[in-house]
Structures are given as C-alpha cells and as structure tokens.
C-alpha cells in the first residue's frame, strides 16, 4: 500500500513536470525529500516490532532501576537517621564521660591525698624511730667517749702523780693481793 501510494504520488508529479518546475527547483528538489518519507516509512515498518521490544525493555530495566534507586535512597535515608540519632546520642555520652572523669579525678585526688598522708604519718614513725636509734647509739657513744676520756684523764693524772716509789709500792700490794688469792 505503500509504494503504492508512493509510486502515484510519482506519477502524478512526473505528469505536471512539463507544466510546473516549482517541485524540481534547484535546493528544494521535492523527490529527495520523498525519497526520505519513503526511506523513513520502510525503515519504521521494518523495525517497528524490534523497536517495539527495545524500548519496551528499556521501559521495565528504567523501572527496575527507579525502584532499586528508591530502595538505596530509603536505606541511605535510614542510615542518615541512625548517623543522626548516634550524633545526638554522642553529646550527652561525652558530657557522661566529662562528668564521669571529673567524678574519678576528685576520687583519685582525695585517694592521693589519703595515701599521701598515711606515707607522711609512715615517715614521721620510721623518722622518729631511727632519731630514737640514732640517740642510743649517740648514748652508748658518748659513754664510750667519755669513758675513755675518764681512763685518759685518769692515766695523766696517775702518770703526773705516782713516782717511781709509788709505783714499786703498788707493784708489791699487787703481788701479795695476788698471792693471798
């Protein structure tokens, strides 16, 4: 039907060529415009099924990705709320935690201060029994000083005093102290 009509449509100009040149003026010639209504038509018939079946293909894959793109839209959108909700949920936790910190800061303060003082008090004890060590052992020193002093003292006193007739007389008050024993 077609060509049919095409090739009357021909006829009909290929009669009023002799007649009117308007159709075959130089740029404009008519039939190769023709010749592309035609082209274009058998090219639509031809395809038209196929076509058909691509774009309606095309259509359902669009669709598809319509849907899954939604679907991933929903899940980023919830996933933004959860990100959200955990942001907000974050400020009170680190207030939580600022508080919880200055809480075992002051308890870590008021144990050092405890311990600091019970090692003061360790000290003070430990100090005061090595004072009192170090008396003794200044006491009994001093005794031992002064004690030898004393023999010292006593022996320049003997030696600047006693002859050589006082020192025989002791000399035999020994020997018979001695034999009497």
Sequence with gaps: MLFTGTTLLLFV????????SWWN????ELWKFINL???AGVMIYLLKPRLGKAFQQRKVAIQQALIQAQQERDQALARLAEVQARLDRL?????????????EAQAER??????????NFKLRE??????????????????????????????EIIRRDIRSEDDA???NLSVEQLGRS
């Design 13 to 20: 100009l290929a009669e009023g060529e002799a007649e009117a």
């Design 25 to 28: 003026y130089p740029g404009l």
């Design 37 to 39: 209504f035609i082209f």
């Design 91 to 103: 400020d009170q936790e680190v207030a939580a935690i600022q508080e919880q910190s200055k809480a």
């Design 110 to 119: 008021e144990r050092i201060a405890q311990q600091t003082e019970q090692d």
């Design 126 to 155: 430990q100090a005061q029994r090595d004072i009192g060590g170090a008396a003794k052992i200044a006491k009994h020193e001093l005794r031992r000083f002064a004690a030898q002093q004393s023999v010292q003292l006593a022996e």
């Design 169 to 171: 007389k002791l000399i």
